[in-house]
């Protein structure tokens, strides 16, 4: 069965930097588009970062263009998101997902989210 595991988040300060991992385990993860949503207290879930299955094409809500990176690696089954520069209107819990269907390119409306997510903190 499909597992999204996320982690990496932690409290940090306005200006610091979080690695968060996505490890992905029950089907074949190289074949597959992968992102990255976040959901703060009191709002709704929204769209942060996309990648497609082979890596090519990548999108990011406009709020983090420049400072969040999404990259995978497929030998590792993980998908990452690098957050520079980070904001205290970042803080939220950050959730892995996944496109069901195989070979597409980053489309937030096909990813389905996942996993129990990764709270992060930034404090101004």
């Known amino acids: 069965q499909v597992q999204l595991v996320e982690s990496g988040g932690g409290l940090v300060q306005a200006g610091d930097s979080l690695r968060l991992s996505c490890a992905a385990s029950?089907?074949?993860?190289?074949?597959?588009?992968m992102g990255w949503f976040r959901q703060a207290p009191g709002k709704e879930r929204e769209f942060v970062a996309g990648?497609?299955?082979?890596?090519?094409?990548?999108a990011y809500r406009d709020s983090v263009k420049g400072r969040f990176t999404i990259s995978r690696d497929n030998a590792k089954n993980t998908v990452y998101l690098q957050m520079n520069s980070l904001k205290p209107e970042d803080t939220a819990v950050y959730y892995c997902?996944?496109?069901?269907?195989?070979?597409?390119?980053?489309?937030?409306?096909?990813?389905?989210?996942w996993g129990q997510g990764t709270l992060v903190t930034v404090s101004s």
């Open positions: 997902a996944r496109d069901p269907t195989p070979y597409r390119i980053a489309t937030a409306r096909y990813l389905e989210v």
């Open positions: 029950g089907f074949t993860f190289s074949n597959y588009a």
């Open positions: 990648i497609s299955w082979s890596g090519g094409d990548i």
